[in-house]
């Protein structure tokens, strides 16, 4: 159990606690980077459940949803005596901002790993507020163990209960067994844009949603007749998601809505007189209904989160230099 730890910013009582065990792990003292990969993917695991429980995909690539970030944002309070042990809290007044967010997010946490570390047989859907995007943070944190770290014990504190969860190698092993075993969600609705509809066996077709996630579509014989008047408009599907590691999610769909034309005002663009006119750029972008930026993290979230800006800069300046060199133009060594 816990060492007792004197909470800092009792104020804010709601914490996450990690007791780290292993013969690697002296008092109170623990190797950097094993400490920094359990704690930071901890966090990333938290904040992920935070994007599942409001609805949306963990595994999008580009920048999370400010809010969540927030909400969901932990902070070290204290340190325990003892074996490495230490108290995170949400930061303060992040559970009144973004309606307890944060802590469904670490309470869903909690039943996620305990329902792992308690199942006798692959379970057949995620636990809530988890998708392959929290398992794989999951796996990250278990990479941790083994080399002298046996376990991590976590336990909530809110003022008037506590939960205690231990991740070990059971837990770890049941882990990289789900992500090798394709998960069925049913009763889920995505909205997207409906494209590259294929009829060679089965009827499919891609759905590109607003986050950049998109998913195979499997259609139904009879929704053969709507296919057509779905084709490059935003639609509304709701049927079974199978989730598979590193491969794009297939949805089996049960019901097919077209809830906007996104084709509106495009269909000269296609025709043979497009081909022939020569647009003005505000003319294109009212045929294809293109509205100003008005918010730079929409932007931002198109970047691939791991590319680092800086160095695509560096290179496209290195680039120019060197064409400038060999073209003989601008100083020459």
């Known amino acids: ?8 910013g009792s104020e804010h009582p709601y914490q996450l606690c990690l007791k780290i065990d292993g013969p690697k792990v002296r008092p109170a003292r623990l190797s950097i980077s094993d400490f920094t990969k359990i704690i930071t993917t901890t966090q990333q695991a938290i904040k992920r459940i935070g994007q599942v429980l409001s609805g949306q995909d963990s595994a999008t690539k580009g920048r999370k949803p400010r809010e969540i970030e ?9 340190w325990g005596d003892g074996s490495v042990n230490v108290s995170l809290e ?5 559970s009144e901002l973004y ?13 996620g790993v305990n329902f792992i570390g308690q199942m006798d047989s692959l379970p057949d859907r995620f636990p809530e507020g988890f998708d392959i995007g929290v ?14 770290i046996d376990s991590v014990t976590y336990q909530s504190h809110n003022g008037r209960e506590s939960q205690v969860v231990r991740f070990d190698a059971v837990v770890q092993t049941r882990v990289r067994s789900i992500l090798t075993r394709p998960i069925s969600t049913e009763g889920v609705t995505k ?11 089965m009827f499919t077709g891609k759905l590109y949603e607003a986050g950049g996630t998109s998913s195979t579509c499997i259609f139904k014989e009879d929704q053969a007749d709507i296919l057509a008047d779905a084709w490059m408009h935003v639609v509304q599907v709701t049927g079974t998601a199978v989730m598979e590691f590193g491969k794009e999610t297939r949805f089996i769909v049960d019901a097919l809505v077209v809830v906007a034309d996104d084709r509106t005002g495009q269909a000269s663009l296609h025709g043979s007189e497009s081909f022939w006119h020569s647009w003005t750029i505000d003319e294109l972008a009212e045929a294809q209904a293109i509205t100003p930026v008005t918010d730079l993290d929409a932007i931002t979230a198109l970047w691939p989160a791991d590319d680092d800006p800086d160095e695509f800069i560096k290179f496209i300046q290195s680039d120019r230099s060197e064409r400038r060199r060999v073209a003989g133009i601008g100083d020459k060594d």
Do not use: K, W
């Not at 159990?1 to 800092?8: L, S, V, W």
């Not at 927030?70 to 204290?78: D, N």
């Not at 309606?99 to 039943?111: H, P």
């Not at 398992?135 to 002298?148: D, F, N, Y």
């Open 1 to 8: 159990m816990f060492e007792p730890i004197e909470t800092i």
């Open 70 to 78: 927030q909400s969901c944002e932990l902070e070290i309070a204290s």
């Open 90 to 94: 949400l930061v303060p007044d992040q």
């Open 99 to 111: 309606g307890s967010i944060g802590q469904r997010s670490i309470s869903a946490f909690l039943d």
């Open 135 to 148: 398992i794989q943070s999951l796996e990250t944190i278990g990479r941790a163990l083994g080399q002298g």
């Open 191 to 201: 909205v997207g844009r409906l494209e590259q509809i294929s009829g060679h066996g």
